[in-house]
């Protein structure tokens, strides 16, 4: 490890390196173990992967939003009960996300917030992989390529927390979102995208498998989701799809 001129270090693993403080040497080699991790499971589903990623630790709320004005943007526009789980971005190849420390720090007292928050890296680090390998999603943030980014961000953010191992610790969070808000569109709007978007690839993956939810993640139909969804679900008329999806989320949301 190596200090810079801010007094921050670098750890640096196989396929990544970390810029953090010196208080989060520790967490920094442990988000980097996971990532390695991360990274060799998705290296066996997809086409490729995406190495030589920098990952910045920022130790607050505060300094990450001041950095990267448009997360506290995505925060507003997702539903209330997701909103403390966006907590960071990527592009390219550099990922900005919360330190371990205060990603902990975040999390409520349900079952499953802490663990979540913690896979928060890993889930930023898989949607520069899908980003990689779907050649309609930005990089580069060509508007077009941003107007497809916000129709499917269900899909993009889904299959991000999805691959990450997020959604199965998110089933309190869902419970949540079923309580509160009105009935979630299928699929998911924009404000479910980071809650509801990865049980549609959780469904897929158990009644198709997971190469069904990662070709569904590498390709944007130009005939809109609707069709995508068709194709994938073996050619399953939506409403059946859909039906299939609300007593997935029943199950999800009971347990």
Known sequence: MMADAMAWEETVSASFRARHETADADDAARVLDSLER?????????????????????RSPLLLDLAHPLVPVERLLTAPAARRYVVGSAAATTIHVLAPRALAQRASNVPGSREMLLRAPDVLYA????????????????????????????????AARYFAGQ????????????R??????????????????????????????????????CYLDPAGPEKALRDAFGGRDLVHTEGAWRSHLARLSAV
């Open 38 to 58: 991360t990274r060799a499971r998705l290296d066996v589903l997809f086409p490729r992967t995406v190495g030589d990623v920098t990952v910045v630790l920022h």
């Open 167 to 178: 959604v199965e610790h998110a089933r309190p969070a869902i419970a949540r979102r079923l």
């Open 180 to 217: 509160e808000g009105g009935r979630p569109s299928f699929p998911p709007g924009l404000r479910d995208a980071a809650l509801l978007g990865g049980t549609v690839l959780d469904l897929l993956a158990r009644e198709e498998g997971p190469e069904a939810a990662m070709r569904l993640a």
């Open 127 to 158: 949607r520069l992989v899908i980003g990689r390998n779907n050649r309609r999603l930005p990089p580069p943030a060509t508007p077009g390529r941003l107007l497809a980014r916000l129709r499917w961000a269900w899909l993009v953010e889904g």
